[in-house]
């Protein structure tokens, strides 16, 4: 027999059982497009928080301890006797400026009506801590705003909630503010912020004059890790933390390789039960074709090419499975990436080469795996007894 009558064979077999190996493949195919994109996401926000905290913020960030990883929107309970602290040392360890900051989450079922309230003082401005800003209608933040119940709204922040230059914002239930500058599209974190004064902030949430971070910005930017490494040895005892840029990207990527292991263990139930359907198919199928197998057995074919008969059905139904799923993965990835460029202006997902390959391996792994049983059976049935069933 030539090598490629087994792939026709299998080919056949399969396409004995349309409906029964379509469904098989669309199970699977759905198993390793979920997979694909609880990856992709992974993928796509990693890149997007390396873009953003690599190239804006400050260069060190100091707030409350809480846990061992730095929190990247700390709530406002820092002494502001920490800024005489670090004007004490400011000298010595080439400490640039201190802006207090204080910053409340507002968190909504819907998330387009979820926003990050941002105070700092109106005196320095937004560009303190975030660079390269720019203001697309109205005004930044200015000197005579201190005092003011005025906003600056990021341009999806003002997308999401429906506002423009002139209107008022609703801060919280007892706080408005009115809106004075939107600023240009463009930067990730920026374009979903709300910028206040910094006593709007304290006042609106009750904060008094607790602050949420002391920005820092240094001299000599390339000495964080050193300058940062000192400042902890003197506030620890505090119960403060200094964190550099670098590890509030780490913080983050601890947080995403969580979401990643979360995800994985979804994807493994996912996998285990599609990769049991398939099973279960190949299974159903040796059963009904016992007497097919005998003939081929009495023909001569040999229990090992019986056995590679019912593997290579099972590698075309999972490569199928894969490409499939691969399909319906990439509709996920732009779906995902539709809504959170509506929502943050960003591509939350990517699907990288990389993923793509991973996919198909697992999905001819799985085949193969899901084949062994089905094949071992198929090849120790005997001529005799395959021939005798009716």
């Known amino acids: 027999m030539r090598p ?5 064979l299998a080919a056949l077999g399969l396409l004995r059982r349309p409906v029964r190996a379509a469904l098989t493949a669309l199970g699977l195919a759905v198993a390793l497009g979920s997979m694909v994109v609880f990856l992709a996401l992974g993928e796509g926000l990693r890149g997007v928080f390396s873009d953003v905290f690599g190239s804006v913020g400050p260069d ?31 000298g010595e360890l080439g400490l640039k400026t201190l802006l207090p900051v204080a910053v409340s989450l507002r968190q909504s079922l819907d998330p387009a009506q979820s926003a990050v309230f941002y105070g700092l003082p109106a005196a320095s401005g937004i560009g303190a801590v975030f660079t390269g800003v720019r203001i697309q209608r109205g005004r930044l933040l200015g000197p005579g705003d201190e005092g003011q119940d005025v906003a600056v709204l990021g341009a999806r922040a003002a997308q999401n909630l429906g506002l423009t230059v002139g209107d008022t914002l609703a801060v919280n239930r007892r706080s408005r503010a009115r809106v004075v500058g939107i600023l240009q599209a463009g930067n990730t974190l920026t374009d979903t912020f709300t910028f206040l004064p910094l006593d709007s902030v304290q006042r609106a949430f009750g904060a008094g004059d607790q602050l949420s971070l002391v920005a820092v910005s240094l001299r000599r930017p390339a000495e964080a890790g050193q300058v940062a490494a000192v400042l902890n040895a003197r506030l620890g005892p505090q119960g403060l933390t200094v964190s550099t840029r670098a590890e509030l990207l780490g913080t983050v990527g601890k947080v995403l390789r969580s979401a990643d292991v ?4 979804l994807s493994v139930i996912a996998l285990l039960v599609g990769g049991l359907s398939v099973v279960n198919t190949v299974m159903m199928g040796v059963f009904e074709r016992t007497r097919e197998f005998g003939t081929l057995r009495a023909i001569g074919a040999r229990p090992a090419f ?11 139904l999972s490569a199928a499975a894969g490409v499939a799923g691969l399909g319906l993965s990439l509709l996920g990835v732009r779906a995902v990436n539709v809504y959170t460029r509506h929502l943050a202006g960003i591509d939350a997902a990517a699907l990288t080469p990389r993923l793509a390959l991973l996919a198909l391996v697992v999905a001819l792994a799985l085949g193969l795996l899901a084949g062994v049983f089905p094949a071992h059976n198929a090849g120790r049935r005997s001529v005799t007894a395959a021939l005798d069933r009716p």
Do not use: I
Request: charged share 20%; aromatic share 2%.
């Open 262 to 265: 979360l995800s994985g263990a």
């Open 306 to 316: 019986v056995r590679a008969l019912v593997l290579t059905e099972t590698l075309l």
């Open 60 to 90: 060190l960030q100091v707030t409350r301890t809480v846990g061992s990883a730095p929190n990247l929107l700390p709530r406002a309970d820092l002494d502001p006797a920490v800024l005489d602290d670090l004007r004490a040392v400011s």
């Open 4 to 8: 490629g009558d087994l792939w026709r």
